[in-house]
Each structure stands twice: as C-alpha cells, then as structure tokens.
C-alpha cells in the first residue's frame, strides 16, 4: 500500500519563475492538504483540496494555487517565486469522509530553494 | 484563534534517558483533536498519535507514552529507554472538529538521542 508520494524531490529556482509541485495521496484518501514549512519552523497550512475544489485556503497570497484532478492527485503552483518560499513542502492525504479531524498522513515533500 | 506551543527547541539525552517533550495548547473550541508527529532527517512527517478532547485517558504505546491534561491545556509526549532511532523532530498539532481542516502545527522539538 503506497503512502503519500511527491515530486520532485528537490528543486530549484530563481526569483520570479514559477514552480509546479506534484502530490499523489495515498490509496483510498481523496482529500489533499498543501503545507509549507520554512527551515526551523512548524509547517504552515497552504490549502485543502476536495472533490477537485479548495475546501480552505490558508493565508498565502494569491501565487499560491493548486488543483486537484479526478484521481485525487494534486498541484501545487507557486507564480513569480521568492526567496521567502524557499521551504519544504509537504503534501498530506486524509479519507476526507469523516470530517475535519481526519488524520492526515503525510508524503516526503518538496524541498523548494530560491536563489 | 487556536495555538500550539512547544517550548523546548531542542533537548539532548544519553541513549536509554526517559525524555518528555511538552506541549500547550490554545483554543476556546471544547471539541478538538491533538496530535503528534515525527520528523526524522528526511523530511516526512510520520504520524504517531490522535487524541480527541473527550478523551482524557493516557496511552502507551511500546516505549511511547501521551499524558493529555485538559485542565492545563497540554498534551506531552514521553519517550522511555530512548534509542538513537529516537532522534528527529517533534511536532505537536491541533485541529477543530468544526469550521477548519487546517492543523496548527507547534515550532517542534528537535530530539538528540546521544549513543
């Protein structure tokens, strides 16, 4: 049974490019919540996908964005970079069925470095 | 607005030391969950413990144990007999039961289990 999977492992960019971040959840979890977390620091809730739509959105700008795809995969895209976005980032699955408190498992993430 | 605390950034112990990592919470929601999270070196967070607000009864797991106090707002974790394997951060969260499906994640306490 595969957990969590992201891609790519590492990255990176320099300022003002944009970035696509891949998360596939794990098997049978149809909800995918984005996290970024800067070195040191806990993870930050970026945004919640659910039935291919944001169920809640964290308070990052609008560079932030995603989509969920009918296989319940997801993306995160971040538009004209920063250096403050350099983070990890990690995406979670959760079942989705049973409410807010679903454990959410979490995938390897995406360590993002802006230069 | 809900918050989570962990004071200790980082504590160090000779292996085979019992070690208790703390953890405070804020919320004036009387239904919530609490959990814990391991972060070891490569990045994933690995899921350890759901507690709900209802329960306040203590869980052992192997050498894992959780002692959740409602009256002083906290849910520590202890390690016994710890192990090298032991060595990773650690990250108290805590969701609602309503309204949010974010986790609000604490700063972690980075554990050093020394041979």
């Known amino acids: 049974d595969a957990g969590v999977t992201q891609s790519p492992t590492h990255l990176i960019k320099t300022r003002g490019q944009q970035v696509t971040l891949r998360c596939s959840p794990k098997?049978?979890?149809?909800?995918v919540s984005w996290y970024q977390q800067a070195l040191g620091q806990g993870p930050q809730f970026i945004f919640q996908?659910?039935?291919?739509?944001?169920?809640q959105r964290g308070n990052f700008p609008d560079r932030f964005s995603g989509h969920q795809f009918p296989n319940y995969s997801s993306e995160l895209n971040v538009n004209a970079l920063l250096l403050g976005d350099s983070a990890l980032y990690l995406c979670?699955?959760?079942?989705?069925?049973?409410?807010?408190?679903?454990?959410?498992?979490f995938g390897p993430g995406t360590r993002l470095t802006v230069l | 607005a809900q918050k989570v605390t962990q004071a200790q950034t980082e504590i160090s112990v000779v292996e085979k030391e019992d070690v208790t990592l703390d953890c405070v919470y804020e919320?004036?929601?009387?239904?919530?969950?609490l959990f814990w999270y391991k972060q070891p070196p490569s990045g994933e967070l690995v899921f350890l413990i759901r507690?709900?607000?209802?329960?306040?009864q203590n869980e052992i797991s192997g050498r894992y144990s959780w002692n959740f106090q409602k009256s002083t707002s906290s849910f520590n974790f202890t390690i016994t007999a710890s192990q090298v394997v032991d060595s990773a951060v650690y990250f108290c969260?805590?969701?609602?039961?309503?309204?949010?499906?974010?986790?609000?994640f604490g700063t972690g306490t980075r554990l050093k289990v020394l041979a």
């Open positions: 979670a699955s959760s079942p989705g069925w049973t409410g807010p408190q679903d454990t959410q498992y």
């Open positions: 098997s049978g979890h149809d909800t």
């Open positions: 996908y659910y039935e291919e739509e944001e169920r």
């Open positions: 919320t004036r929601d009387t239904t919530y969950y």
């Open positions: 507690r709900n607000s209802f329960d306040e």
């Open positions: 969260a805590l969701t609602l039961t309503s309204g949010t499906y974010k986790y609000i």
